[in-house]
């Protein structure tokens, strides 16, 4: 199973990004799949998760200025960014937890920076 982060880039403070996921794989359905980030010096975070059934949690941080959406059919999960500040720069994770046949396991995928000038 792979997951492919694309999206990423720079932008200036109140702008948008749109992050996207691509999860591969043979069988592969994941369960959960959302967003992480770290940022310079700080531990990973969250920053929103969504299940295949369409439930969605976001950080407290996020609330109102992201959404996070998916493509089921392409096993494919988005982060619409809106809003952007300058303490959102970070490296963004996409993280997916799922099974391929009776195995179930955490994904990660190779991570995508996101950086918010003043």
């Known amino acids: 199973v792979q997951l492919q982060a694309s999206g990423g880039g720079l932008v200036q403070a109140g702008g948008s990004l749109r992050l996207s996921c691509a999860a591969s794989?043979?069988?592969?359905?994941?369960?959960?799949m959302g967003w992480y980030r770290q940022a310079p010096g700080k531990q990973r975070e969250l920053v929103a998760g969504?299940?295949?059934?369409?439930?969605?949690n976001y950080a407290d941080f996020v609330k109102g200025r992201f959404t996070i959406f998916s493509d089921n059919a392409k096993n494919t999960v988005y982060l619409q960014m809106n809003g952007l500040k300058p303490e959102d720069t970070a490296v963004f994770y996409c993280h997916a937890t799922g099974v391929v046949g009776d195995f179930v396991n955490d994904y990660w995928g190779q991570g995508t920076q996101v950086t918010v000038s003043s």
């Open positions: 794989g043979r069988s592969f359905r994941y369960y959960i």
């Open positions: 969504i299940t295949a059934g369409g439930s969605t």
